[in-house]
């Protein structure tokens, strides 16, 4: 896994929220498309307009990795959303947070 894979999440996701636009997606369906195992498909349908996630997720195997990250980190999220990152409301937001999560989870010495 490459950091790159996650970062790329992360820039969509601030892309967005620099331009003040709303995701088409809810907190609810981020953890549902996590249980499903189709977030990096969520957020590459719905954020990735510069194409970022998808450069990172071409290979079977990077998306798989990727989608592994994103779910571990979103799993550590699930439930203490607030008390943990300081978001409740904002889905964007709650994608930063996961990205964030994955990489310490990931790349922490």
């Given at each position: 896994?490459?950091?790159?894979?996650?970062?790329?999440?992360?820039?969509c996701a601030n892309m967005m929220l620099d331009r003040k636009e709303q995701p088409s997606f809810t907190?609810?369906?981020?953890?549902?498309?996590?249980?499903?195992?189709?977030?990096?498909?969520?957020?590459?349908?719905?954020i990735d307009d510069s194409g970022l996630i998808e450069a990172c997720a071409q290979r079977p195997e990077?998306?798989?990795?990727?989608?592994?990250?994103?779910?571990?980190?979103?799993?550590?999220?699930?439930?203490?959303?607030?008390?943990?990152?300081?978001?409740?409301?904002?889905?964007?937001?709650?994608?930063?947070?996961?990205?964030?999560?994955?990489?310490?989870?990931?790349?922490?010495?």
């Open positions: 896994m490459r950091l790159s894979q996650i970062t790329s999440v992360g820039w907190i609810d369906e981020i953890y549902t498309a996590v249980d499903e195992g189709g977030l990096v498909d969520l957020l590459m349908k719905t990077q998306k798989a990795e990727l989608e592994n990250a994103l779910s571990n980190a979103a799993e550590a999220l699930r439930g203490r959303e607030l008390r943990k990152a300081g978001v409740g409301e904002n889905a964007l937001c709650l994608v930063m947070a996961i990205v964030l999560e994955a990489i310490q989870q990931n790349f922490s010495r």
